[in-house]
């Protein structure tokens, strides 16, 4: 099984734009995620996806991969699926630019989902953790996720989920934009159109569950910062300060 690392990444955001290229202790995000990954000895090749020539410099410089996109796209996923269209490989994980705290447990975790797939019943497979505070839990940037009794997800959302009815009986899971995909369903995602949930969510994932792509929820307890907001670099580059790690 050949598993690989995607890492697509837009220099415009439109939260935060050229974050990606935003300096956090020394080295770029991106730089410092693509680093985070490589270093987790997991894959067989690990990319930068990107629309930007500052980025493809910024990671080849620096002796990484990195492949130019040809066109535009709406999503990461539609970029990493141009990129790997005429490769061989079984599995890609795609891991989101601005998450330098990569870290290597719950990307093992993820690849352990396809091996134990005797069957083939998993499309994709991303990682979710507990969340308890409230203001995280109400943080539109926050994705929470529900899933069945299998961890299979049911639905995404930047809205609190469940509706906290009862707060004492309501237990929240924010999801952590890693994906890992089969290639075939990465494929057949990008034929399908976007839909309503996902156009009044901006979430991709939301694309998986309406056309029955099954989605296995794997739980993590590493802590997962990703650089949204400049309040999260500052927060980011605290930790790289006091040498802390996640």
Known sequence: ???????PARYEASR????????LAGKSV?????????????FEDVYVITDSD???NEITNNNGKAIKSKKEHESGSDRIAEAIENLEVDIVINVQGDEPFTQTEPLSKLIEVFKNDKNREIDIA??????TNEEEINNPNNVKVVTDEQNFAMYFSRSPIPFPREKSKATYYKHIGIYAFRKEALLKFTQLPINNLEAAEKLENL???ANGLKVKMVE???IAIGIDTPEDLEKANTIFKNKKHL
């Open 54 to 56: 500052i980025i493809f």
């Open 220 to 222: 993590t307890n590493h």
């Open 1 to 7: 099984m050949k598993v690989i690392a995607m890492i």
């Open 126 to 131: 991303s990682l979710m953790i507990n969340i």
């Open 16 to 23: 935060f734009p050229g974050k990606l290229m935003k300096d």
């Open 207 to 209: 694309r998986f569950l």
């Open 30 to 42: 991106i730089l410092r995620t693509y680093q985070a990954v490589k270093n987790s000895k997991l």
